[in-house]
């Protein structure tokens, strides 16, 4: 949902932004029924989505990893310990660019990172706080999809315009 709405509500492609999806658990399967209702009834088309799980080889070519809860970032970062200065809960990244000045076109995105996430703690994401999470809404009603879908938007709309220079629809 996140990688849709970034792409749907950006001009990604026009900036040269690369967005990829993976996960966790599955691989190599279809969004799931209430992601596809959802993605129709906002406008957005998941039906060729194909679920892919996280790899090493994808996080060390990312910029950056966006997780959903704070253990999508720890099991990045057991993956690849160096992914650490580039890897946040999307909460966690909006959190610190509503307190950042926006990245400089010219500004080297590791630079950028390392200075909002200067004084981040691993231990900060040990547990599974709330307000560092968007809960998954596999298996729910039509309702939680839109509660995330909306924590998404809201994160988004704090980093899009911040970090990478983008407008955000």
């Known amino acids: 949902m996140a990688a849709a709405l970034l792409v749907a509500r950006t001009d990604s492609a026009e900036a040269g932004l690369e967005v990829a999806s993976a996960g966790l658990l599955y691989d190599d399967r279809p969004a799931s029924e209430g992601a596809r ?30 997780g959903m809860e ?3 970032v720890r099991e990045v970062v057991a993956l690849d310990d160096t992914a ?11 959190g610190r660019c509503q307190a950042a000045t926006p990245r400089e076109p010219e500004q080297e995105w590791h630079d950028w990172l390392a200075h909002i996430g200067r ?8 547990g599974d706080d709330p307000e560092l999470t968007i809960a998954d809404p596999y298996r729910a009603g039509p ?10 938007v ?6 899009v315009p911040t970090a990478m220079n983008l407008r955000f629809a």
């Open 37 to 66: 209702a959802w993605a129709q009834r906002v406008g957005l088309d998941l039906e060729s989505h194909r679920s892919r799980i996280i790899d090493r080889a994808g996080v060390a070519a990312a910029d950056l990893v966006l």
């Open 154 to 159: 809201a994160a988004l709309r704090s980093i």
């Open 84 to 94: 650490w200065p580039r890897t946040f809960t999307l909460r966690e990244l909006a």
């Open 143 to 152: 309702e939680v999809y839109d509660t995330t879908a909306a924590q998404i």
């Open 119 to 126: 004084d981040r703690r691993r231990a900060d994401l040990l």
């Open 70 to 72: 704070p253990r999508h």
